[in-house]
């Protein structure tokens, strides 16, 4: 049983287009995030949600955007895709509120964009 | 401000020996969580080991080992009788209470074991 999942693992798109990465956690967390990892392996955090807020980290540019139709799903749509959008994004989920609760992390979506 | 430091961008290690990872911290949060997590060169993100700011005891996870050092403000991860498959990324991680439900991330240190 997968506990975060995300699809596709692969994506390699046209600069301009527009493109979502879908993201399910199936754990009963209610905190999901999503984060780029850079060519360099740095993790910046992009968004945290759960049923009650949306923390955007500010220097996401607003042409990417979180969508949850549910708790247990946080997709990522991402419009008018730019070389630099070349990385892999991370999905992940945990419980909310303590300190003491760890993330899990998706496997990742390698996004490549020509 | 809220921020994890790690300075060691590369390490190598011995197979069969030990080593420490460096980790600092800065948080103006009492209570916060620590974690360690892996990433192989598959991609994925393991969690590894957790320590709480109230906690009294180093945490271990097996061969993992978290040194905790509050008043330095750090958190070293020691991985013990390293294996070839120990080779990896390595993240310290914060997650301090006044920011909810928010990770911070170090820029991680990639550890290469030699045979």
């Known amino acids: 049983d997968t506990a975060v999942s995300q699809t596709p693992k692969y994506l390699v798109t046209q600069m301009g287009n527009d493109k979502s990465i879908k993201c399910e956690q199936n754990?009963?967390?209610?905190?999901m995030y999503w984060y780029k990892q850079d060519s360099k392996k740095f993790l910046k955090i992009m968004f945290s949600?759960?049923?009650?807020?949306?923390?955007i980290n500010e220097t996401v540019p607003n042409r990417f955007s979180p969508k949850s139709p549910d708790k247990a799903h946080l997709n990522l749509h991402i419009n008018s895709l730019e070389l630099g959008d070349s990385a892999v994004y991370f999905c992940?989920?945990?419980?909310?509120?303590?300190?003491?609760?760890?993330?899990?992390f998706g496997p990742g979506t390698r996004l490549t964009v020509t | 401000a809220q921020k994890i430091t790690q300075t060691q961008p590369g390490m190598f290690v011995q197979e069969k020996e030990a080593v420490t990872l460096d980790c600092t911290y800065d948080?103006?949060?009492?209570?916060?969580?620590l974690f360690w997590y892996k990433q192989p060169s598959s991609g994925e993100m393991i969690f590894l080991i957790y320590?709480?700011?109230?906690?009294?005891q180093n945490a271990t996870e097996g061969r993992y080992s978290l040194n905790f050092q509050k008043a330095r403000k750090s958190a070293n991860l020691v991985i013990s009788a390293s294996q070839l498959g120990d080779s990896a990324m390595y993240f310290c991680?914060?997650?301090?209470?006044?920011?909810?439900?928010?990770?911070?991330f170090g820029t991680g240190t990639s550890l290469t074991v030699i045979p």
């Open positions: 992940a989920s945990s419980h909310g509120g303590r300190t003491y609760y760890e993330q899990y």
């Open positions: 754990l009963g967390h209610d905190t």
């Open positions: 949600y759960n049923n009650k807020e949306l923390i």
């Open positions: 948080t103006s949060d009492q209570s916060y969580g």
């Open positions: 320590q709480g700011s109230y906690d009294e």
């Open positions: 991680a914060m997650r301090p209470r006044g920011t909810g439900n928010q990770f911070y």
